[in-house]
């Protein structure tokens, strides 16, 4: 596994060799990778950001663009580009984030150390 992490910087300013803001499991970069490929994605950027969302006030928003927002924070790990923006990467600071699947089930699990709370359905949490 390609090791080589950094730290978010602006999308136009290369990345250093500090620690990132969130980093995947091995499970979770082999579904990213299953999902950009399966869905012809192969160029996109997977975006994390913490938005407003569910009973304890804030969620997790990944998606897959194309273009890069002004600020956004970018940083590269085992071949995936990973991007955030300013206020997201205060959230999500030594976050982990895993692919889970059960015989029912199946999503991205977030270890957030930042996270004082969350709902009793692991949708949300507060900071």
């Keep these: 596994m390609d090791t080589t992490l950094a730290t978010p910087q602006p999308a136009s300013t290369p990345t250093t060799d500090d620690a990132p803001v969130l980093t995947l499991t091995e499970a979770a970069v082999a579904q990213v990778k299953e999902v950009i490929t399966t869905q012809h994605l192969e160029g996109h950027y997977l975006t994390i950001r913490v938005v407003p ?3 304890s006030g804030l969620g997790y928003d990944l998606n897959l663009v194309k273009e890069l927002k002004d600020g956004d924070l970018r940083w ?3 071949g995936i ?3 955030t923006d300013k206020l997201s ?3 999500l600071a030594g976050t982990r984030m895993d692919w889970v699947k059960t015989d029912t089930a199946a999503g991205f ?3 957030n150390p930042n996270a004082k709370s969350s709902c009793g359905c692991g949708n949300s949490f507060s900071a």
Excluded: I, N, P, S
């Design 53 to 55: 969302a569910g009973c």
């Design 76 to 78: 590269t790990q085992d």
């Design 81 to 83: 580009e990973l991007v």
């Design 89 to 91: 990467a205060k959230y």
């Design 109 to 111: 699990k977030f270890e």
